[in-house]
T-cell receptor
Framework: EAQVTQNPRYLITVTGKKLTVTCSQN?????MSWYRQDPGLGLRQIYY???????DKGDVPEGYKVSRKEKRNFPLILESPSPNQTSLYFC????????????FGQGTRLTVV | GESVGLHLPTLSVQEGDNSIINCAYS??????FIWYKQESGKGPQFIID?????DKRQGQRVTVLLNKTVKHLSLQIAATQPGDSAVYFC???????????FGKGTKLSVIP
């Protein structure tokens, strides 16, 4: 089954404790991206990657890092989480020439206290 | 840049009626638009897309209309069912860009 898998689905952490949210897709897609979703603000792009070792900032990259060492994985890294990063996070992927971001993960609800 | 928004935050319809969800965009150079459905506790799910060289596209029970003159698109859902209850997002992409800009969403509630 074609899918984008995020882990964990839920996470509560403390300010300053480094964390990683993993994202994996099994569709051999080139393009992957991370979004955060906040009430009243909709979906905002954090980072995206057009292929292995190619990443770029989205609209709200501050406080986040990503890496793309292999095609299927695109982890989101919060080196020093802060409460304003409490949000619902989505990873998405698409192939070249295909529908843009046709596949989203199930989401990771992060709470930073 | 691209700015995409929805006219109404909530919409309630009777089961069996048709639903129309509207969206406006600001970038006249946008060349691609998508509608997504997001059910509670799930990620956005692709519904239908349309390119700027079209003004209408139909899927199963859904139709997207694009009016480039007034920079407006709409999603029509025929014979709305309880399973259609969700938040619907429009998204647009500027020509030559990989990035999508999402609207804030309209919550559709279907009254049995």
């Amino acid at each position: 089954e074609a899918q984008v898998t995020q882990n964990p689905r839920y996470l509560i952490t403390v300010t300053g404790k480094k964390l990683t949210v993993t994202c994996s897709q099994n569709m051999n897609h080139e393009y992957m991206s991370w979004y955060r979703q906040d009430p009243g603000l909709g979906l905002r792009q954090i980072y995206y990657s057009m292929n292995v070792e190619v990443t770029d900032k989205g609209d709200v990259p501050e406080g986040y890092k990503v890496s793309r060492k292999e095609k299927r994985n695109f982890p989101l890294i919060l080196e020093s989480p802060s409460p304003n990063q409490t949000s619902l996070y989505f990873c998405a992927s698409r192939g070249q020439g295909g529908r843009t971001e046709a596949f989203f993960g199930q989401g990771t609800r992060l709470t930073v206290v | 840049g691209e700015s995409v928004g929805l006219h109404l935050p909530t919409l309630s319809v009777q089961e069996g009626d048709n639903s129309i969800i509207n969206c406006a965009y600001s970038n006249s150079a946008s060349d691609y638009f998508i509608w997504y459905k997001q059910e509670s506790g799930k990620g956005p799910q692709f519904i239908i897309d349309i390119r700027s060289n079209m003004d209408k596209r139909q899927g199963q029970r859904v139709t997207v209309l694009l009016n480039k003159t007034v920079k407006h698109l709409s999603l029509q859902i025929a014979a709305t069912q309880p399973g259609d209850s969700a938040v619907y997002f429009c998204a647009g992409r500027g020509a030559g860009s990989y990035q999508l800009t999402f609207g804030k969403g309209t919550k559709l509630s279907v009254i049995p």
